[in-house]
């Protein structure tokens, strides 16, 4: 069966600091990949997403991640985090042309002003 | 609409109560989920709908969980008999379809407490 493990539950960075969010999957198959993010108060919004082509998939708000199929990793990266990035980020995994998407526990992330 | 939307946002139920949790999905979405959020933990599947049939019932916890959806729109969640270990959010998201190059979009989740 499909699984989603995001190795840290609690992040907490200083803002300006670069952030790097893991998340490995198990499925022998092709995937679509995804990451969502929840703000305080909010509902789940899609952050970025990868389908096919270029495994470096750019999202908004200056996020990244990268597909590296040999590792069945889809690691969360950006730059230089801002307090406004605070909230609760989960990856997700779906087999291609699937149409249930599994989702890892979440990681929360607390930058600090 | 314009967005996913789920009522109520929050329902407080006795022990062995009945509940409906209500999603309209996107107009036009042909896909529409339901998911369960517990605290300090992942979005769990529960149901999933293509039109109005759910190809994919493997993911409700019990025979209390059932789910309908009717004119390819609107979704019914009904817990029947609620338990404490059924308190969660519940989360309904709609998609164009199965396996598309969009994600979901989600609402905002009905936070259903069992007391």
């Known amino acids: 069966a499909q699984s989603v493990s995001q190795h840290n539950h609690h992040v907490i960075l200083s803002e300006a600091a670069s952030l790097e969010l893991g998340c490995n999957y198990s499925?022998?198959?092709?995937?679509?990949l995804f990451w969502y993010v929840q703000y305080p108060g909010q509902h789940l919004q899609l952050l970025l997403k990868?389908?096919?082509?270029?495994?470096l998939v750019k999202g908004i708000k200056g996020f990244e991640a990268e597909f590296i199929k040999s590792k069945f990793s889809f690691n969360l990266r950006k730059p230089s985090v801002q307090w406004s990035d605070t909230a609760e980020y989960f990856c997700?995994?779906?087999?291609?042309?699937?149409?249930?998407?599994?989702f890892g526990a979440g990681t929360r992330l607390f930058v600090k002003a | 609409g314009a967005g996913v939307s789920q009522s109520p946002s929050n329902k407080v139920t006795e022990k062995g109560k009945d509940v409906e949790l209500r999603c309209d999905p996107i107009?036009?979405?042909?896909?529409l989920y339901w998911y369960r959020q517990s605290l300090g933990q992942g979005l769990e599947f529960l149901i999933y709908?293509?039109?109005?049939?759910?190809?994919?019932k493997s993911g409700l916890p019990s025979d209390r969980f059932s789910a309908e959806r009717t004119g390819g729109s609107v979704s019914t969640l009904t817990i029947q008999r609620t338990q404490q270990e059924d308190s969660a959010v519940y989360l309904c998201?709609?998609?164009?379809?199965?396996?598309?190059?969009?994600?979901?979009?989600f609402g905002s989740g009905t936070r259903l407490t069992v007391v």
């Open positions: 709908f293509q039109g109005n049939s759910a190809p994919d």
């Open positions: 998201a709609s998609s164009q379809g199965p396996g598309t190059g969009n994600g979901y979009t």
């Open positions: 997700a995994v779906r087999n291609t042309g699937g149409f249930k998407t599994i």
């Open positions: 990868y389908f096919s082509g270029d495994p």
């Open positions: 107009s036009g979405h042909t896909a």
């Open positions: 499925y022998g198959g092709t995937v679509n």
